[in-house]
């Protein structure tokens, strides 16, 4: 994880959380609530976990070591707003996410944003990817919220001890970390010679779990320009679980083809927007959690596959049976890879990547156009103290050459999607959540479902609350029909 990072490639987990304030609450309730929590020095593992050094670099043997006290003013700052309300907030949490996190200290923070308007609040958490295990890392954060408000008992998630020791322990995988290393060494220093066949290993590592894995393609905007990749645009809005659940249902598939296929059928409609459709599929990398697949005998837990999003296709409900039989052949081959072929997949799929971090190399292809990833989430509305949480959101990592990524959760009957876009040419993120208004009620259409039926949801594009973004809202309103 500590490879794969660098200054314009930040590797970390973030989250939004936005309160709203108890009823009556004093003006001053959020800063109050920050002064509080900032007596919260003494950290558990993993958030008392500092980095060291072992006679090398620390960037190529790390390891750990546990420290007293943490530093409150960094690891909580406070920011208030210039600007109230929702642009404001993108803009910070834009500027946030392109700031690596220091190692000279635990890797993480929360951000303490105030200044929303209405006496709302926020936090934003990073938390690096090789501090916590990826889906265990929303877990710990909501481990001091309550189904109800606790006016004299909470405490802040780094003051929490983990209720299992993985938890604890975070995302460990020496053996394979070790591998991938010795492979970074031998091959980054004549790396121009072996540029090509590394990226013919990375395809034949994902034809590994799909037979006919293509190439990525390279065109606008499926690589972002490494000098572009550092400028971020944020974006948070919500789906009606309901509604996924039924399309779901009515395609004899999964939520997460859905969500997906909702995703490709918007990307489509933008790249056919400005006549830059490729004849082939755009990809799309998605972790994928062994331990599920009932591999519990493995080092690692997490592994990855990269998946077509089936632009190419030009039918949304055949689009969205391309993506469930890419996503069911990846997760069979998964599952019938032996222990050593696994490892040997997962280190041919991201030592590209690695390899282009060290390099500085951009004729190597990125890992994918895309991420997407969907976190455990909250199925009942949480408090921390006596302030809501409002909502509740996971932001992906930007990976290099990659313009877009997607995170998913579930939180209180919706599923909360936080996008993360390159500010890549004229690819504008308002434009493209407008698209995924459409492409929703296309894919709702092409599956003859009649959204009027659920209660207050009227058709689909209806029952998306858009959060934050006045102008995408006013997009969709147009785009309903009359």
Same mark, same amino acid.
Request: hydrophobic letters at 45%; charged letters at 20%; proline letters at 7%.
């Given at each position: ?7 314009r ?7 939004l959380v936005?309160?709203d ?8 309730f959020?800063r ?5 929590l ?12 500092q980095?060291?050094e ?20 960094y690891?909580?700052?406070y920011?208030?707003?210039a600007e ?7 803009a910070?949490?834009?500027?946030l ?15 303490f ?18 501090l ?12 001091g ?7 004299d ?11 299992t020791p993985q ?6 995988v ?5 591998r991938?290393a ?13 540029g ?13 779990v ?5 190439d990525i393609?390279?065109v ?9 990749s ?16 039924r ?5 004899d ?9 909702l ?8 790249l056919?927007a ?11 990398c998605?972790p994928? %959690?062994l ?9 690692f ?22 993506i ?7 997760g ?25 971090? +060290?390099?500085?190399d951009?004729?190597?292809?990125p890992?994918?156009n895309?991420s997407?990833a ?16 409002a909502e ?7 990976? %290099?050459?990659?313009?877009l ?6 939180y209180?009957?919706q599923?909360?999607?936080?996008m993360?876009?390159?500010a ?6 308002d434009d ?8 929703? %009620?296309?894919l709702?259409?092409?599956?003859? +479902?009649?959204?009027g ?8 594009? %209806? ?20």
């Amino acid at each position: 994880m500590l490879l794969m990072e660098s200054p314009r490639t930040p590797y970390h987990l973030s989250a939004l959380v936005l309160f709203d304030p108890p009823p009556g609450a004093a003006p001053d309730f959020a800063r109050k609530l920050h002064e509080s929590l900032r007596s919260h020095s003494r950290a558990v593992p993993p958030f008392n976990f500092q980095l060291t050094e072992q006679g090398a670099p620390v960037r190529a043997t790390p390891a750990w070591r546990e420290v007293e006290h943490i530093d409150t003013s960094y690891h909580l700052p406070y920011v208030e707003l210039a600007e109230a309300g929702s642009a404001g907030l993108q803009a910070e949490i834009a500027r946030l996410e392109a700031v690596p996190l220091e190692r000279t200290r635990p890797l993480w923070q929360c951000v303490f944003v105030d200044g929303l308007g209405g006496g709302r609040f926020a936090w934003y958490i990073k938390l690096h990817m090789c501090l916590l295990d990826l889906l265990v890392g929303v877990g710990r954060l909501a481990g001091g919220f309550s189904a109800v408000p606790r006016p004299d008992s909470f405490a802040p998630f780094w003051a929490l001890a983990a209720k299992t020791p993985q938890q604890a322990a975070g995302l460990r995988v020496p053996g394979l970390s070790k591998r991938l290393a010795q492979q970074v060494q031998a091959l980054s220093g004549g790396y121009g010679s072996l540029g090509a066949a590394i990226a013919r290993s990375a395809l034949q590592a994902r034809q590994t779990v799909q037979h006919d894995a293509p190439d990525i393609p390279a065109v606008p905007p499926g690589t972002a320009s490494r000098h572009d990749s550092n400028v971020r645009v944020a974006r948070t809005f919500a789906l009606d679980e309901s509604c996924v659940a039924r399309i779901a249902a009515a395609a004899d598939t999964t939520a997460d083809c859905v969500l997906l296929a909702l995703w490709g059928g918007a990307l489509r409609r933008r790249l056919i927007a400005r006549d830059a459709l490729p004849e082939q599929s755009l990809t799309v990398c998605t972790p994928v %959690d062994l331990a599920r697949m009932g591999r519990t005998e493995l080092e690692f837990r997490m592994s990855a596959a990269v998946l077509p999003l089936a632009t190419d296709v030009a039918d949304p409900a055949q689009r969205l049976f391309a993506i469930h039989a890419a996503m069911a052949e990846a997760g069979r081959r998964l599952r019938e890879l032996s222990h050593r072929n696994l490892e040997v997949y997962t280190g041919r799929l991201l030592l590209p990547f690695i390899v282009r971090e +060290l390099s500085y190399d951009d004729e190597v292809p990125p890992l994918a156009n895309l991420s997407f990833a969907r976190l455990p989430g909250l199925a009942e509305a949480q408090y921390f103290g006596t302030a809501r949480v409002a909502e509740l959101y996971q932001l992906p990592s930007l990976l %290099d050459g990659q313009f877009l990524g997607i995170g998913a959760m579930k939180y209180a009957g919706q599923y909360a999607m936080g996008m993360l876009m390159s500010a890549h040419r004229d690819f504008c993120a308002d434009d493209l959540v407008a698209a995924l208004f459409e492409s929703c %009620d296309e894919l709702a259409g092409a599956l003859d +479902l009649d959204f009027g039926e659920l209660p207050g949801a009227g058709n689909l594009a %209806d029952s998306m609350q858009r959060r934050g973004c006045g102008q995408c809202s006013a997009a969709a309103a147009a785009m309903r029909p009359q």
